[in-house]
């Protein structure tokens, strides 16, 4: 009679679970965001749904998302990247050089380099010298910062038309660029999902001590994630260029790219102490902060008040997932 009374019992508790999964909250959230922006532009005179609009949305999607679908790699694994801003800017800044000069081909191989020797030493000290992630991938981005600023006074560079391609055309009301933040969302969702290498990330964030007694080079887990997450930074970089057509100092601090990108991981439910969370409910996030920038635009809010109500929808994200978790623990 247990076993039947255990068994019938079990469904609800299996919805419940899934319904208060911080993936489909947050795209949930990303519904009731995009529904209510539409009926509050719809009473100030405006038009929220409209093609211009939604194309916009996405294309502001696919940089954030880049950046964001690395820095959730990281965060698995309980680290952090802070130089994510910079590396862009200076990734727009060689791949306009290096196009002008050499060609697309070898500026993409430039940028990736560029950016996975970036993730390689942020990961090295981390792991190797012991400082935290915080303070190392923060010094990073004023290494990267002071490189900038003694070799760049404003844009350089130019990016040939048949780049610009990728930031411009669509696929009917699809962004071209959306394809490839997909191409990278789904192979870092199967890397964390469906690889040795992404079991090991979900184990050293987790628990980096017991993941170690258990078998796990954590240190070497945790320099591929750095790597990793520049990596998806570089493509952001390439993309940011085929938009602006030259490279640009100011691409990455000034939409402040490595704050934004945290915000959208939290709010996609991946903790930022490690081991829970994932690249569905980070795009999420992303969609979120995209939607929630375009409703303000439109209705010209004032700078601090869209930073009142992001941080408040940060904030209130957390504290939700903080009261579910003992619940999904037990």
Not at 28 to 39: E, F, P, S
Not at 93 to 108: F, P, R, S, Y
Not at 322 to 329: N, W, Y
């Amino acid at each position: 009679m247990n076993a039947l009374r255990t068994a019938a019992a079990a469904p609800p508790t299996v919805t419940r679970l899934r319904l208060t999964d911080p993936v489909t909250g947050v795209w949930l959230a990303a519904l009731a965001v995009t529904l209510v922006g539409w009926i509050v532009v719809a009473a100030d005179g405006g038009d929220f749904l409209t093609l211009t609009n939604v194309v916009g949305i996405l294309q502001n999607c696919v940089a954030l998302g880049l950046v964001a679908v690395g820095q959730s790699a990281v965060i698995l694994t309980g680290s952090l990247d802070l130089s994510v801003a910079y590396l862009i800017s200076l990734g727009t800044l060689v791949a306009a050089e290096t196009m002008e000069g050499a060609g697309v081909l070898t500026a993409v191989i430039a940028v990736l380099a560029l950016s996975g020797a970036v993730g390689l030493a942020n990961g090295l000290v981390v792991t190797g010298l012991k400082v935290n992630a915080f303070i190392a991938t923060l010094g990073a981005a004023f290494i990267l910062r002071g490189w900038i600023e003694d070799n760049y006074a404003g844009p350089a560079g130019k990016v040939p038309a048949s780049f610009q391609h990728l930031g411009y055309d669509r696929i009917g009301p699809v962004p071209v660029s959306l394809f490839l933040l997909a191409a990278v969302a789904v192979a870092m969702w199967l890397i964390t999902r469906r690889t040795r290498l992404g079991h090991h990330m979900y184990a050293t964030g987790g628990d980096e001590h017991a993941a170690r007694l258990s078998g796990v080079r954590t240190r070497r887990t945790v320099i591929t994630a750095h790597v990793l997450c520049s990596l998806c930074v570089g493509a952001a970089a390439l993309f940011l260029a085929s938009r602006l057509g030259a490279g640009a100092p100011w691409a990455g601090t000034e939409a402040r790219y490595d704050l934004e990108s945290i915000a959208a991981v939290v709010l996609g439910g991946t903790a930022l102490a490690g081991g829970r969370g994932g690249v569905a409910g980070t795009l999420g996030g992303v969609l979120v902060l995209a939607v929630l920038d375009s409703v303000f635009n439109q209705l010209s809010v004032d700078p601090f008040f869209k930073n009142v109500v992001r941080g408040v929808v940060i904030i209130a994200a957390v504290a939700l997932y903080a009261r579910r978790s003992p619940g999904r623990q037990a």
